[in-house]
């Protein structure tokens, strides 16, 4: 991967909160705090996986970088510029460097519209291209997903799930981005197909050299595209490291569940395997425990957890672990 | 040979769409032995649910029709079985978990009603029996304060919660077979963790058989003792979970593998993928239905559909080509 050191994307602190408004006079009770206080950096070129289970806040983060939803408050810079303050026409112009690629391939498409207005929309909402020139434009989209361009005038319900969420990453393409978040794009097909859309993800990142922030909640793929992958749990995140550091020695106890508790295909491996079966669920965004989100079904919980938020802090170069004692599990 | 407690063999169902007839299952064969637990993993649409779903009765017809096959329980053909004598088999000799929680609990009635309700219908217990035993029954699916919570609904409880009331219901009457179809693949994954080691815990304490329909290979590794892979609707690969993990034989199995990174695994390159996508057959084929994606693919696969043959005694494929050599078998 032809990536530098140039840091494409800053979060400073980010928190997004959903207010919850009751009664006749629908005043506002609390607050989901989906988000609450991340920081992290994406450099040109690399793929940073965010993963966790549902609920966690990994969507929401996805949305909030892009301004679908305007941050309760922190900072999301790209390319140096301000993405939280930026309004109007400097909006837009941003907009077309960084796309987005959706979970759900039947959702995601208007069944009302060909593959050819589809792809092309985004070149004619921003007036980059018109008529016969979308036409040649799309169809060299569609061969760069592998869609045979004859398919132009289908509708997305002709095709199979796999195809479809081609046609969408054809249509993140459009404009030619620098950055594309991709939220879950392959937990809605098939295995055999998972690997089709991965692998081609992969070759684009080559040859366009596209950034990608990779959200999912399958923790194997995550680890096979990534480059850094940061953990979260209940709006927050507790790890973020090098994808090799995170899986052979993860800090925090959340992540030592969390790989514990994925299934490997090998039941000569998978019986040799030390669990951590975690107790109970996830507590309430709404109403998450104090200090520590972790604590209600951290192992190693103690006093201390449920008094202070622990720092998410640098314990080894390039290890980041929000947990008091995440030194205990340094090799 | 031991005696089978569920013996398949040759079922065939179809369905009829606006396309045209729709071939899920065509002629499946297979046997479960006492307190085995049988996996069966496949993408959607490979036949696996509905396999299921026709021996216990449950496809709806029309558009579904049952065109052949048997299906022995305790010496009874459940096919040739009255909707009524059916009925008394599923729920108390064969128990069912579905994938969704959400929509296989009724949600306007509480989580005792419906724990007491087959208590009542099958084994004839009394109101307050059956109260009593849906307390016992929901305290050993780990739920806490089993008492109080009877009287809740099913939305005051998580998806891993309602996922363990399904499970006490389907053990309620302490089945012989539990049918899970896709049980786990609603729940995050520490949740998953945690009702796959309830089950096996049950499964040890009861010593009932198991058959777990999933489409993940590794939650297959966990938990199955043997295992069938289902393509096209057709068995096309049999095997005990060592073996299959070890020596997959069949091409689609491989490519399956092989599409799968590991979470305990380093780098990979690039992942191995599969071509194309699963069929939807509007005719039974005369040809192999893995063919049209099939690396190894010979001209004898488009001539003839391959029948499970034995390459090792407690292995079967469904497979013209030896992989190995990459020549005839």
Known sequence: ?331 | MPELLLDVQGLETTFKTSEGTVHAVNGVSFGLKEGETLGVVGESGCGKSVTMLSVLGLIASPPGKLNAGKAFFSGQDLISMKKEEIRQVRGAQIGMIFQDPMTSLNPVLTIGRQLEEPLMLHIGMTKQQASERAAELLSMVGIPNAKDRLKDYPHQYSGGMRQRVMIAMALSCTPQILIADEPTTALDVTIQAQIMDLVKRLRDELGMAIIWITHDLGVVAGIAQRVLVMYGGYIIEEASVKDLFANPSHPYTVGLLGSLPRVDEKERGKLYSIEGSPPVLYQKPNYCPFAPRCRWVMERCWKENPVLEPVSPEHRIACWVDIKTGRPR
């Open chain 1, 1 to 331: 991967m032809n990536s530098n050191n140039e840091t494409l994307l800053r979060v400073d602190d980010l928190v997004m909160h959903f207010p919850i408004y009751r009664g006749v006079i629908q005043r506002q009770v609390g607050a989901v705090r989906a988000v609450d206080g991340i920081s992290f950096d994406i450099k040109r070129g690399e793929t940073l996986g965010l993963v966790g289970e549902s609920g966690c806040g990994k969507s929401t983060t996805g949305r909030t970088i892009l301004q679908l939803y305007k941050p309760t408050s922190g900072q999301v810079h790209f390319e140096d510029v301000d993405l939280v303050h930026l309004k109007g026409e400097a909006m837009r112009q941003m907009r077309r460097k960084m796309q987005m690629i959706f979970q759900d391939p039947y959702a995601s498409l208007n069944p009302r519209m060909t593959v050819e207005q589809i792809v092309g929309e985004p070149l004619m909402v921003h007036n980059v291209a018109t008529g016969k020139e979308i036409q040649e434009r799309v169809a060299h989209l569609l061969e760069i997903v592998n869609l045979n361009p004859a398919f132009k005038d289908r509708y997305p319900h002709e095709f199979s799930g796999g195809q479809r969420q081609r046609i969408g990453v054809a249509r993140a393409l459009a404009l030619q981005p620098s950055f594309i978040i991709c939220d879950e794009p392959i937990s809605a097909l098939d295995v055999s197909i998972q690997a089709q859309i991965v692998n081609l993800l992969e070759e684009l990142q080559e040859q366009f050299n596209l950034t990608y922030l990779f959200i999912a909640h399958d923790l194997s793929m995550v680890r096979h595209i990534s480059r850094r992958v940061a953990v979260m749990y209940l709006g927050v995140i507790v790890e973020l490291a090098d994808r090799d550091n995170l899986y052979r020695q993860p800090l925090h106890p959340y992540t030592q569940a969390l790989l514990s508790a994925v299934p490997i295909p090998d039941p000569v491996a998978d019986a040799k395997r030390k669990r951590t079966i975690l107790e109970g669920d996830v507590p309430s965004p709404a109403n998450p425990p104090s200090g520590c989100r972790f604590r209600t079904r951290c192992p190693i919980a103690e006093a201390r957890c449920a008094e202070s938020r622990p720092e998410f802090r640098e314990v080894q170069p390039g290890h980041f672990v929000a947990c008091f004692f995440a030194e205990r599990f340094i090799q």
